[in-house]
């Protein structure tokens, strides 16, 4: 059965084209897809990603068992508040989903993970977890509401009690506090996000998050559904999961390498395949690709280079390019000159650096 946030109603109140996801009824658009990109962009926009899970870790053991458990080191975590972005990985180095941690306490970390991997996640998670004594509370009772933009901040803040809007000025980028609304309510206030812009994830009550969007909404904070999420991810080089990565691609092949800490003496799952796949060399590569000419990029189009044929794994129009870019995973080496097979024809690509889009700017090289 499908299920639904606790704001599908207000979704469907706005107008909300609304598609399933992940198991999820959730809203693709409001009206122009296009619009709500260049909202995001340019000003404020806010996304219910209420869909994915939040799973609360405590005891005595959690740092231990999370050093184990994820690819990045959490010793990487020293100050409470701070965020990490790491992949947990099967025995085979594969990626069985990304997430984010957050430190706490020494006896309570919070992880964030994806709607559509909740429950290989938390099944993975207790299938590891006995022999550290960590309890294990997945929040049901939490919903998650994401505000992004250059004014996105201030729009936040504007809500916040007095007594805790400097505070919330002051956190640091892959930071979060806790926090209180105007009249009292507790909020956890995360300065991350999936945009590629400035902005706050705001995890509270489900009982709650109904009036704090419409308090957004009052403020000027537009609603923006699922498809402006996803180009404005792609803009700022953000993967996703199940499309540019699985339980059959390591870190190293999903240009996630950065997120691997193989620090001495810390044995964590799937350590030893990606061990080997680095002494070996990574077969596979993941690059960024831009079209100059007419049309689009799109999941599964073949792809053909001086190493071989790989495909597009995720592709869109940029609508602050105004071209079509594109992730696609090809051997390793120099793939020289790349070309896209689109209805039969090969179209010629050029090859470029991500993220495509940082601060609202194209970066150089993108729009060659």
Same mark, same amino acid.
């Given at each position: 059965?499908?299920?639904?946030?606790?704001?599908?109603?207000?979704?469907?109140?706005?107008?909300?084209?609304?598609?399933?996801?992940?198991?999820?009824?959730?809203?693709?658009?409001?009206?122009?897809?296009?619009?709500?990109?260049?909202?995001?962009?340019?000003?404020?926009?806010?996304?219910?990603?209420?869909?994915?899970?939040?799973?609360?870790?405590?005891?005595?053991?959690?740092?231990?068992?999370?050093?184990?458990?994820?690819?990045?080191?959490?010793?990487?975590?020293?100050?409470?508040?701070?965020?990490?972005?790491?992949?947990?990985?099967?025995?085979?180095?594969?990626?069985?989903?990304?997430?984010?941690?957050?430190?706490?306490?020494?006896?309570?970390?919070?992880?964030?993970?994806?709607?559509?991997?909740?429950?290989?996640?938390?099944?993975?998670?207790?299938?590891?977890?006995?022999?550290?004594?960590?309890?294990?509370?997945?929040?049901?009772?939490?919903?998650?509401?994401?505000?992004?933009?250059?004014?996105?901040?201030?729009?936040?803040?504007?809500?916040?009690?007095?007594?805790?809007?400097?505070? &919330?000025?002051?956190? =640091?980028?892959?930071?979060?506090?806790?926090?209180?609304? /105007?009249? *009292?309510? %507790?909020?956890?206030? +995360? @300065?991350?996000?999936?945009?590629?812009?400035?902005?706050?994830?705001?995890?509270?009550?489900?009982?709650?998050?109904?009036?704090?969007?419409?308090?957004?909404?009052?403020?000027?904070?537009?609603?923006?559904?699922?498809?402006?999420?996803?180009?404005?991810?792609?803009?700022?080089?953000?993967?996703?999961?199940?499309?540019?990565?699985?339980?059959?691609?390591?870190?190293?092949?999903?240009?996630?390498?950065?997120?691997?800490?193989?620090?001495?003496?810390?044995?964590?799952?799937?350590?030893?395949?990606?061990?080997?796949?680095?002494?070996?060399?990574?077969?596979?590569?993941?690059?960024?690709?831009?079209?100059?000419?007419?049309?689009?990029?799109?999941?599964?189009?073949?792809?053909?280079? &001086?190493?071989?044929? =790989?495909?597009?794994?995720?592709?869109?129009?940029?609508? /602050?390019? *105004?071209? %079509?870019?594109?992730? +696609? @995973?090809?051997?390793?080496?120099?793939?020289?000159?790349?070309r896209v097979d689109i209805r039969g024809r090969e179209i010629p690509v050029r090859v470029a650096r991500f993220p495509f889009v940082r601060d609202?700017?194209?970066?150089?090289?993108?729009?060659?």
């Amino acid at each position: 059965m499908t299920r639904k946030t606790i704001l599908n109603d207000s979704h469907r109140a706005l107008g909300a084209k609304m598609v399933d996801f992940g198991g999820w009824d959730m809203p693709i658009h409001y009206g122009s897809q296009i619009e709500e990109h260049h909202q995001v962009r340019r000003d404020a926009g806010m996304f219910d990603v209420s869909h994915m899970t939040v799973v609360d870790l405590h005891g005595a053991q959690v740092r231990a068992f999370l050093r184990r458990l994820l690819a990045n080191s959490i010793d990487k975590l020293k100050v409470p508040g701070k965020a990490l972005y790491t992949c947990m990985l099967n025995e085979q180095g594969g990626v069985i989903d990304d997430l984010i941690v957050y430190y706490l306490k020494e006896d309570f970390f919070r992880l964030v993970v994806n709607a559509a991997t909740r429950d290989k996640d938390l099944a993975w998670i207790e299938r590891h977890v006995a022999d550290f004594g960590v309890e294990v509370h997945a929040r049901s009772d939490l919903a998650i509401i994401a505000v992004q933009g250059p004014n996105a901040r201030g729009k936040v803040i504007g809500l916040l009690r007095e007594d805790a809007r400097g505070i &919330a000025e002051k956190l =640091g980028r892959f930071t979060a506090v806790e926090s209180l609304f /105007t009249d *009292g309510t %507790a909020l956890f206030l +995360a @300065r991350t996000g999936y945009t590629g812009e400035d902005g706050f994830e705001l995890i509270l009550p489900q009982s709650h998050a109904v009036e704090v969007w419409n308090r957004l909404l009052d403020g000027g904070v537009k609603p923006i559904g699922l498809g402006a999420r996803d180009t404005l991810r792609l803009e700022a080089g953000m993967n996703l999961y199940g499309q540019d990565m699985d339980e059959d691609v390591t870190p190293y092949e999903a240009a996630l390498g950065w997120t691997v800490s193989l620090d001495a003496g810390r044995d964590f799952i799937g350590r030893a395949a990606l061990v080997v796949q680095q002494e070996a060399g990574v077969p596979r590569q993941l690059i960024g690709l831009v079209m100059d000419e007419k049309g689009v990029l799109r999941h599964g189009q073949r792809v053909l280079s &001086a190493q071989g044929e =790989g495909e597009i794994l995720s592709g869109t129009f940029s609508p /602050t390019l *105004g071209k %079509a870019i594109a992730f +696609a @995973r090809l051997p390793e080496g120099d793939v020289g000159q790349v070309r896209v097979d689109i209805r039969g024809r090969e179209i010629p690509v050029r090859v470029a650096r991500f993220p495509f889009v940082r601060d609202g700017q194209p970066q150089p090289g993108v729009l060659a």
